[in-house]
């Protein structure tokens, strides 16, 4: 029995406040996520996205200088990969890898469309389709 029941969050440290409302406008307007709590202010505020299954805290008290990837990625399930991408590019991100189809393999084949771009506090995020 696994005492672990699924990802609940990932946590992304945003440099200041301006940057970390970026960050949520981006996910809330562009990719429809929704806006579960915010605390704080200044440097001190942090926030909860809703993904549909799972959560994205932010806080706003990175330090400067921080690198691209603080979190190594987020992956975000989707059935619509492409369309994740051609959002991404609309607002200026840098896509590091375009939608591919990749096989996994593990002891049963895991098929998958995957594309990976840079978000607006340098996160790595990764668009995930289950085939």
């Not at 709590?37 to 932010?58: C, F, K, P, Y």
């Not at 990969?81 to 996994?104: F, N, Q």
Request: charged content about 25%; hydrophobic content about 45%; aromatic content about 6%.
């Amino acid at each position: 029995m696994s005492l672990i029941k699924g990802l609940h969050h990932a946590a992304l440290r945003c440099c200041g406040k301006a940057e970390m409302d970026s960050v949520i406008e981006f996910y809330c307007r562009v990719l429809g996520m929704k806006r579960l709590r915010t605390w704080g202010e200044g440097n001190q505020a942090g926030s909860m996205l809703d993904t549909g299954n799972g959560v994205i805290e932010l806080f706003a008290d990175a330090e400067p200088g921080r690198r691209p990837g603080q979190v190594d990625h987020i992956a975000l399930a989707t059935d619509k990969v492409d369309e994740c991408v051609a959002a991404c590019v609309k607002e200026g991100l840098a896509v590091t890898m375009m939608p591919t189809d990749i096989v996994v393999p593990s002891e049963i084949p895991y098929a998958l469309r995957i594309a990976f771009v840079q978000g607006k506090a340098g996160e790595i995020i990764e668009f995930f389709h289950e085939r």
